[in-house]
């Protein structure tokens, strides 16, 4: 009777809690959008009205609509609550401009028409790199700003190499038949060292318990991400845990039990408790959407065979919209649950 009591006193606290994480970080999108307005959009424009057909106009919607807003707006400030302290405004440029064209960068290892071996000294010089077209002008104008308003530049250098050499091993999960063992550590890697290079874009000391944690935490957002992205992964044949696994039980338990090792972490970590609590909150809110997604692979499963053959269905079949509403109500399921667990 006394678990179950707990139980729901847990969850009712997590009811309570919910608004205010969504209401901040609903205030944080609308502010974050903004200052992309203000400060981000007119550097943009000169690169709109003198494109050269290198830029497309979903680069321009993945800066404006995704990783400029997500980046500073969810990450950012994730970061600051557990902190204590918001970000200031060199920060939010910092993460501002270097989110901004995480996802061209992205689009230079997944595209095969793009070079990306010469841009290898550029991380280091970017001063020194001669663009050989409106994207590369774009990144370098960008990365410079972003760098310049940072007091780590040197350490956001460091960690973009690593970055960079992690997206090259990445590769190899194009079409190679890797084990499941080597598909994880590369999708840590790459989650790992991307939440850190966000991290790193604020200016309070980074203690090795957080570096640890943020490494975890990156890893299990990148599998989360992959889970939902199995549709295009199959059709650009890439090797993932979602799309390599044919048992959704069995993925499940794994992202349960990397969601274990992530709250743990963050609990070992040198900060208030009441800041590490709405910490917690923000990643339980963020994460709960990937159980949703699994229970809709689940399903299906059952209803075709025994296993799961991502290969074999439909775009409808596996793409997860968490705009239906049916699908909102039960990721505020999982998130009451996940809270009443780690909370």
Known sequence: MKDNRNSFLNASVGILKLPSVAFFLFQNVRVQKKFIKIHLLPDLKEFQDKNDGSLKETDFKKITNYYAVGVPAILGY????????????????????????????????????????????????PEALKPINKYEALLTQFY????????????????AKKVFKTETKSELQHNNNLPEEKIKELTFLKGGHSFLFYRMCLDHPLEKEEEKMNFQLGGLMQLGNDIFDVWEDVNQQIETLATKTTSIHL??????????????????????????????????????????????????????????????????????????????????GYYLRLHSRYL
């Open 251 to 332: 993925l499940r338990n794994s992202f349960s039990s990397e969601l274990n090792s992530t709250i743990a972490l963050i609990k070992e970590c040198d900060y208030p408790k009441k800041q590490l609590q709405a910490f917690i909150r923000i990643v339980l809110f963020g994460l709960s959407r990937v159980y949703v997604c699994l229970d809709q692979f689940e399903k299906l499963q059952a209803s075709e065979t025994s296993l799961f053959q991502p290969e074999k269905y439909t775009r409808k079949q596996l793409i997860c919209d968490m705009e239906l509403l049916k699908n909102r109500k039960a990721a505020l």
């Open 144 to 159: 410079i700003k972003g760098l310049d308003c940072s007091k780590n530049s040197e350490v956001l250098k460091q960690q």
């Open 78 to 125: 994730a970061f600051s609550v557990l902190r204590g302290f918001p970000l200031n405004t060199k920060e939010r440029t910092t993460t501002t401009y270097l989110g901004g064209i995480s996802g061209l960068l992205d689009d230079l290892f997944d595209e095969k028409d793009k070079k990306v071996l010469h841009l290898e000294n550029f991380i280091f010089r």
